[in-house]
């Protein structure tokens, strides 16, 4: 007699009398197949609910192996997800660790949804420009000064009146100049001037002093001898 209850001794036989009666007959070979194929790639589903839904593929096709399990489990994963764990400068996680996998691709989906967030926030938030200090010049007040006081002017010279010279003056002059010094600036001999030098004289040997002194006296010289020659001059008497 059938009593419709199953003698269960123990958790495997239960396992298995459950696969029996409420699995498909062809389970396993059902997942294998959905491992093999497309279908179970992430494609617009979260990172959690790939994993959760390739962690019982895997256990229904009774996958065990490490490095298979990374494979199948990299293959259905997002693009932009494979790339950055291959292309992580260090901590990378091993092709022989599928637990290493699972918690990259965990972190990386969450840093991509917090920088999401982030910036959706900022789109949303106003944009407020700032105040920019314009550098156009500011205008020039033009400021009327008074007009500038005309310049004095200076009063004219008056004009030169005419002086009635002496005629004597300039023998007068001629008269106060001193006679030579004593001594010839050809030779330095003391005893005779130049005038009596038996010498030739190079001026070209004279400094400029000296040939200053030397004209003077021969002027002096000169005016002596016409002094001399033409006597004394005769005093006129003007009205």
Request: glycine fraction near 6%.
């Amino acid at each position: 007699m059938d009593t419709g209850i199953l003698s269960i001794q123990t958790w495997g036989e239960f396992e298995q009398q459950f696969r029996l009666h409420f699995f498909l007959v062809n389970a396993e070979a059902d997942v294998i197949n959905t491992l093999e194929g497309t279908s179970y790639h992430q494609g617009n589903r979260t990172v959690d609910d790939y994993l959760d839904g390739f962690q019982t593929l895997v256990s229904d096709a009774g996958y065990t192996d490490p490095q298979t399990l990374v494979v199948k489990f990299r293959r259905g994963l997002w693009l932009g997800i494979q790339n950055q764990i291959a292309t992580m400068p260090y901590g990378r996680p091993a092709n022989t660790d599928p637990n290493a996998w699972y918690t990259a691709v965990r972190r990386i989906d969450q840093a991509r949804l917090a920088n999401e967030a982030f910036q959706s926030v900022s789109r949303s938030a106003p944009f407020t420009p700032l105040k920019t200090i314009s550098t156009r010049p500011l205008p020039l007040s033009v400021v009327r000064l008074p007009p500038a006081p005309p310049l004095p002017v200076a009063p004219k010279p008056p004009p030169p009146t005419p002086s009635m010279g002496v005629p004597m003056d300039v023998d007068a002059t001629r008269k106060t100049r001193s006679l030579p010094p004593q001594g010839c600036y050809r030779c330095g001999d003391v005893n005779y001037v130049v005038r009596d030098c038996p010498h030739c004289m190079n001026v070209r040997q004279l400094t400029t002093e000296q040939r200053e002194e030397l004209i003077e006296d021969l002027l002096a010289l000169k005016d002596v001898v016409l002094i001399e020659e033409s006597g004394p001059p005769e005093e006129e008497d003007f009205a």
